[in-house]
């Protein structure tokens, strides 16, 4: 019966600074899309350990170093497309190649970026953020 009980428990966001949450909501939706960040807390709405992710990923990464006036949107997602590139994360680069469009990049500064990422990182991680980049270009009719 506790077990049952403990599945019905839905958790829900339990952030440490609520205007950062807020604050990191609002950016994370505005880049990478609404559906897709509802998507991610519904999935994390039956487990506790997970929402603890979504929290400090949207309190801190999206409320606290996104929404610092020191850099621009457009500025951000070049960092993050080359260090997710750099690191060969294949899935989160997919996610923030359509986050960086979404944010004005084009793909003539996408090809630039993951250029300098063959000279500073090496071929393979090139390689791979082009195929990445490929594949967005068409699913978004670029």
């Known amino acids: ?3 049952a009980n403990a599945k019905a428990k839905k958790a829900k966001p339990n952030p440490r600074n609520k205007k950062l949450y807020d604050d990191g909501m609002k950016m994370r939706k505005a880049v990478l899309g609404a559906a897709y960040v509802d998507n991610s807390l519904a999935g994390a ?7 603890a992710f979504q929290d ?3 309190e801190y990464c999206w409320g606290y170093a996104w ?3 020191g850099l621009s949107k457009k500025s951000r997602s070049m960092l993050n497309l ?3 590139a750099a690191l060969n994360r294949g899935p989160e680069l997919k996610l923030h190649i359509n986050g960086a469009l979404n944010n004005g990049l084009t793909k003539e500064e996408i090809k630039e970026i993951f250029l300098q ?3 500073y990182c090496g ?3 090139s390689l791979d953020a082009f195929k990445t980049a490929s594949g967005v270009f068409k699913e978004r009719g670029i």
């Open 45 to 51: 709405a039956n487990d506790d350990f997970m929402m």
């Open 117 to 119: 990422v063959a000279i």
């Open 82 to 84: 080359a260090m997710l």
């Open 67 to 69: 929404t610092r006036p």
């Open 56 to 58: 400090i990923t949207t």
């Open 1 to 3: 019966m506790a077990a």
């Open 123 to 125: 071929i393979p991680a």
